[in-house]
């Protein structure tokens, strides 16, 4: 957002609009989270795209609109737009299709932001469209005029969801979009925009989009850990393994990260034993370097004292020591503690964070006591002199962040 003035000066704008904040929220809930700042640049000449909508027909809120989260995005012209420039085209209505193509539909039935190439006619700068993420949609061909001038075609681009609510909501983000943004403005939601110079800024920003750090009056968007482990977890854009070695290569955050602490990548482990061989190179890392400095100190203390011929602060400095590293543990016990309490740690160690929230599948009588007599064998063989173990297997299946048939709350809705 401070990259230059300018961005910050849109953001404040966009922030302080009455009727797109109260709009939002409607859409919502209360204060939104920031989930993509982008802009989208077209040069004269450039071929249309394929119709499209931003999320996959099987991964967003259409159907699975207890799994997956609504996103709108605002698209907001930089110049005037007229419609040999390729204004962006909608096809309204498809939102609530979940066809996997409705490009013969779109082509009919869709229209241009722009009526005609009449100046009067053309989207405006500054104009906002604001476009649910399923809505099927295009950038328009543009055609270059040989009598006019024929500027670039740039689009300023932000999409908001709603807030994470961790052991509440249990949706998750929906498939299918790069959710476009700076590693270091996650995290953000619609009342940051107001005074994005400052909000917005660094390194305040940077420790906001790892969800470390946040003002205590402000809400926590959805920060960047979160997304990124939704998103490799479900193999999104972006986070496929032949994405990994960018992301080491070129990526801001682990640009931040020395080479020697980044872990091994090999298509056999991907982006887990990637993570998970960082952050053990890391607690080594920090071992090691804290067992190095301990001993320099101890070294320098008795060689002091063995050049001076004296011992008199020895105690003392032992006592120091000993308070300081207490003080620390302390500390440390006392975050880890209030870290472990907060709805997300709890959500994560009960295996219910994006969990589905819905019940098991039902099935039949007889394949309940199937199922209960494969158990109730398996149990015994596990442990022969407590049968009462039996019953530890007969608990139905938890929750699953796979969403199912089961999951449509009205099947004919989009027919």
Known sequence: ANEHPSVALALNQIGSHTLLHQTLEKLLGPDPAVAEITAITVAPGAQPQGWHPDVKPLGNSLKYAQTFTHSYSLFIPLQNVTKRMGATELCPGTHFCGEETLTDVCIQGGFQASKSNKPEDAWKVGDGLIMNQKMWHRGGAYYPSPKQENPYRVVFILTFISRPNFGLDHRQLSHGTYFHIHPFMYGHTFQDLKNAQISMSFPFSMFRSIGLWKPPKANWGWDWVTTSSLRIANGENGYHYEDLEDFVDFHKVAQYLPSFLHGSV????????????????????????????????????????????????????????????????FAAQVATKKVQQTQLCQSVDRKTIFARPFLPEPISIQKQKLKLAAKTSMARKHNKSNTSVSFAFLEEDGPTTVPTKYDVLKGVRYD
């Open 266 to 329: 090999n298509e056999q482990s991907g982006w887990q034993g990637y993570i998970e061989d960082t952050i053990s190179r890391i607690h080594k890392f920090f071992a090691i370097f804290y067992s190095f400095v301990a001993v320099i100190y101890l070294l320098l203390f008795f060689g002091i004292g063995y050049v001076k011929g004296e011992y008199r602060g020895f105690k003392k400095a032992i006592v120091r020591t000993v308070s300081i590293h207490l003080i620390v543990l």
